[in-house]
């Protein structure tokens, strides 16, 4: 499974340096909406997975209806001439925050865990290795 994500973002990465594509500025504010809103939903995907909790459905849902949510704040915004667009960036910059805090702290404990249950299991073979053998 993790070589095909370590795949997919190469994959990505390759096709965003040989074929560039040319964002109209008008356009600019949208696309950054959008990749605000994609950003957040996968940090959002890696935090459930991390709590073993991630649905492929909802996970696809929350991208696309935060992403339409996103753009659609931005088109009003322009029509009336407020910077609505604002409320994406502020509300997915502080949940894309708020996941990364989460990632961070599960990964954190998870090594945690290992090292004291490494470190348990190496107190309890020196214990086992230094008792005294008791004969009958």
């Known amino acids: 499974m993790r070589v095909y994500i370590v795949f997919s973002v190469l994959l990505g990465i390759l096709i965003g340096y040989f074929l560039p594509i040319n964002i109209p500025q008008e356009y600019s504010i949208y696309v950054a909406v959008m990749l605000l809103a994609a950003a957040d939903a996968a940090a959002g995907g890696m ?19 935060n992403g339409l949510i996103a753009v659609l704040l931005t088109y009003l915004g322009e029509r009336i001439g407020i910077p609505l667009y604002l409320a994406a960036v502020v509300v997915f910059g502080t949940r894309l925050f708020q996941n990364f805090g989460e990632i961070r702290r599960q990964l954190l404990t998870l090594s945690g865990n290992r090292n004291t249950i490494d470190k348990s299991t190496h107190n309890t073979q020196e214990v086992e290795e230094n008792a005294p053998i008791e004969t009958k």
């Open 47 to 65: 935090n459930a997975r991390l709590h073993r909790q991630f649905q492929v459905n909802l996970f696809i849902s929350g991208a696309v209806g």
